[in-house]
């Protein structure tokens, strides 16, 4: 089919694009050559990797048994960066695998521990000045908005428990706790006299 061929192609050329850029995934590679790998997305037609030691293929059909075959939905696709939780993920139930799971982690490994300087191929096209100059400021403003994202969380907090008083501060916290343990140091007291009165009535 037309555009199966299409999404296919696009896919592969994209992964193996980013492949070439990262000078350690060759090693990668190396370990899924002559592997067969079936992916099957919940929601899509399911694809096949076949690996060799220089690149990948993305097949819409293939006749040949795959050596894994790993399903799971497109909102858990960014599960497999982490290939040390497969198994948690497994038992989880976020995804389904069969075969060889070695196939699957080195995989996961192939796709999650990409080290791509993207500075560096932004200054083949920019030049190095402008390209350390935009990620510098990328870096900044990442910088900023996650200060501005803990101080906006620190006002909902304050709004919330002393203006609001939706939420209870830290100093009711610890003075509830405190009543409680109060309480259970009388209930215990009392327990113990009706024990007593009980043993002087028998």
Not at 14 to 21: F, G
Not at 148 to 164: G, I, K, N, V
Request: charged residues 25%; hydrophobic residues 45%; negative net charge.
């Amino acid at each position: 089919m037309p555009l199966d061929a299409m999404v296919t192609a696009v896919i592969e050329t994209s992964l193996n694009q980013l492949l070439a850029l990262d000078q350690q995934s060759p090693e990668r590679l190396r370990k899924l050559t002559g592997k067969v790998l079936k992916l099957e997305l919940r929601e899509l037609k399911p694809l096949w990797f076949v690996f060799s030691d220089r690149r990948l293929d993305v097949l819409a059909q293939h006749e040949g048994q795959a050596d894994a075959v790993l399903s799971l939905s497109l909102t858990a696709l960014g599960l497999l960066k982490d290939p040390s939780a497969l198994t948690r993920y497994i038992r989880e139930e976020k995804l389904d695998l069969s075969g060889d799971p070695q196939v699957v982690q080195a995989f996961s490994s192939l796709l999650g521990e990409l080290a791509i300087d993207w500075e560096e191929q932004l200054s083949h096209y920019t030049g190095d000045v402008v390209a350390h100059s935009l990620f510098r400021g990328a870096r900044q403003a990442r910088q900023l908005l996650g200060r501005e994202l803990c101080r906006s969380q620190r006002q909902l907090a304050e709004y919330l428990t002393e203006e609001a008083r939706l939420a209870p501060g830290p100093l009711e916290v610890a003075s509830f706790n405190d009543d409680v343990e109060a309480l259970a140091q009388q209930l215990k007291a009392v327990e113990l006299r009706l024990a007593r009165i009980e043993q002087q009535v028998t």
